[in-house]
């Protein structure tokens, strides 16, 4: 009789306790529905350690579908709910003791059990769900940023002008623990970011960089429109969202994409390493400048023979200015992006990321 009245009040204590603080804890929201709530005292890249009112958890990302996190304050005071909760289940525990008659052995023997049990926060009570106050809001982890884009393509809208759009290829090693490089491809005219999406995806996970391709319209070649404004801007945009390394940006573009980025280059200077230029056309020859920090790579095909003159005129004046370029012309390629003016930009790319 006498256990039976310790178990009840110690059940009545944490359910009165529990339901005052826990709607000021820190949530993790399980994959199997579930959702823990407590005070994360660890974020880190593969996993979210949280201490609970039963001890410390560690939950992998795998398990986990989102994250809320409270302020200090709201945890602190979930911490003094859970030492209210301790006092309170021992000064019950001594009233009864002080109140009840003199007990059996076995009596004694089981009531020391269940204050150990107690003492070292083994006994697991089921929590009301209580739902936070509208003025609450909702945050969701960092990791699902990039949770559900691993290895794979997703057309993203550019938040400043969300008729700009852009293709995104996350590698299905990236994490937010290191900085990525960052590949842009550029489409040809007449085209779209699909095209150079599917030109360089297949490196991305084996090179280890973020792939970003943009669809750009009429006149983008001659950076019409603020083309090239929106290049910085979505470039700004995956910085922000994702962990790029600044100083590892490649582009590469193809004939139109050629283009623009022989104009882009020169008009934001400082931002790209390394461009592959291939197949391009009607270069803008007076706005080239002397680039000490970008290395150009120049390719056109043997039978692309309008193009052949005005690429090696381009890369003859870039070298004149006193830039860092290869020029080299494909053996049977025409009008389009051979293996090995790929083979070439990987190389090129390889050569920045050390």
């Not at 525990?93 to 926060?121: D, G, H, M, R």
């Not at 070439?344 to 990321?353: N, P, S």
Request: hydrophobic content about 35%; aromatic content about 10%.
């Amino acid at each position: 009789m006498f256990l039976k009245t310790l178990q009840k009040i110690i059940f009545l204590v944490l359910f009165f306790t529990s339901t005052c603080f826990s709607s000021s804890a820190d949530v993790i929201y399980l994959n199997n529905g579930n959702k823990m709530e407590g005070i994360i005292l660890e974020d880190k890249p593969e996993e979210i350690i949280i201490q609970l009112n039963i001890g410390t958890v560690v939950f992998s990302y795998n398990q986990i579908e989102k994250v809320e996190k409270w302020s200090e304050d709201e945890n602190q005071c979930l911490k003094k709910g859970w030492l209210s909760k301790k006092e309170k289940l021992k000064k019950e525990i001594e009233e009864i003791k002080n109140t009840q008659p003199a007990k059996t052995q076995i009596t004694e023997k089981s009531e020391k059990i269940q204050e150990e049990k107690v003492k070292k926060k083994e006994e697991y009570v089921i929590e009301p769900v209580v739902t936070p106050p509208l003025r609450r809001k909702k945050v969701s982890s960092k990791h699902t940023r990039y949770k559900n884009l691993l290895s794979k393509t997703t057309l993203m809208k550019l938040k400043k002008d969300p008729d700009q759009t852009y293709y995104i290829y996350l590698p299905k090693k990236y994490s937010p623990s290191k900085e990525w490089p960052l590949f842009i491809g550029i489409h040809g005219l007449g085209a779209d970011g699909k095209q150079s999406i599917d030109l360089w995806r297949e490196f991305a996970d084996g090179e280890g960089f973020i792939l970003v391709c943009p669809n750009f319209g009429d006149g983008y070649a001659l950076l019409r429109n603020n083309a090239d404004k929106r290049m910085k801007d979505i470039i700004k945009e995956v910085g922000k969202n994702f962990k790029i390394d600044k100083e590892k940006i490649l582009m590469a573009g193809f004939s139109g994409g050629a283009q623009f980025l022989s104009r882009f280059v020169f008009r934001h200077r400082n931002i790209v390493r390394a461009v592959s230029i291939i197949s391009g056309r009607w270069f803008d020859l007076s706005v080239i400048r002397k680039s000490a920090k970008t290395k150009f790579l120049i390719t056109v095909g043997e039978n692309d023979t309008e193009r052949i003159g005005d690429s090696r005129e381009f890369a003859k004046r870039l070298k004149d200015k006193g830039c860092k370029v290869k020029f080299k012309i494909c053996p049977g390629a025409g009008h389009w992006v051979c293996d090995e003016a790929k083979k070439l930009t990987m190389d090129l790319f390889r050569q920045i990321k050390l």
